[in-house]
Nanobody
Framework: QVQLAESGGGLVQPGGSLRLSCSAS????????MGWFRQAPGKEREFVAA????????YYTDSVKGRFTISRDNARNMVYLQMNSLKPEDTAVYYC??????????????????WGQGTQVTVSE
């Protein structure tokens, strides 16, 4: 099973930007779609963004469209989430996840088979 490790979280003011990174090791990466999820205090974990195995197809939840960009570097076993125009409601623990399938629909409609430990993102004055 692949091990996933997120980094890049922190405290940022509203309107600011952060770039989250997720490194994968110990398992297959290239053939799998990848996703980012988040969990705010007192709320359930929710889907944020997905990228297919090759990086050419992406999908986002409506609340982050136009602000967040997911990408991947298969040569380096890395997935990224560029977050711009951050809002206080984006505050959450962000998790990287690997899908058992290769398409973005496998991320949105299925249960990931591997999760990272999460990285805290706080958007506040």
């Amino acid at each position: 099973q692949v091990q996933l490790a997120e980094s890049g979280g922190g405290l940022v003011q509203p309107g600011g930007s952060l770039r989250l990174s997720c490194s994968a090791s110990g398992g297959t990466f290239t053939n799998h779609a990848m996703g980012w999820f988040r969990q705010a205090p007192g709320k359930e974990r929710e889907f944020v963004a997905a990228v297919n195995w090759g990086g050419g197809v992406t999908y986002y939840t409506d609340s982050v469209k136009g602000r967040f960009t997911i990408s991947r570097d298969n040569a380096r076993n890395m997935v990224y989430l560029q977050m711009n125009s951050l809002k206080p409601e984006d505050t959450a623990v962000y998790y990287c996840a690997r899908s058992a399938g290769s398409s973005t629909t496998d991320v949105v409609g299925g249960v990931p088979d591997s999760w990272g430990q999460g990285t805290q993102v706080t958007v506040s004055e």
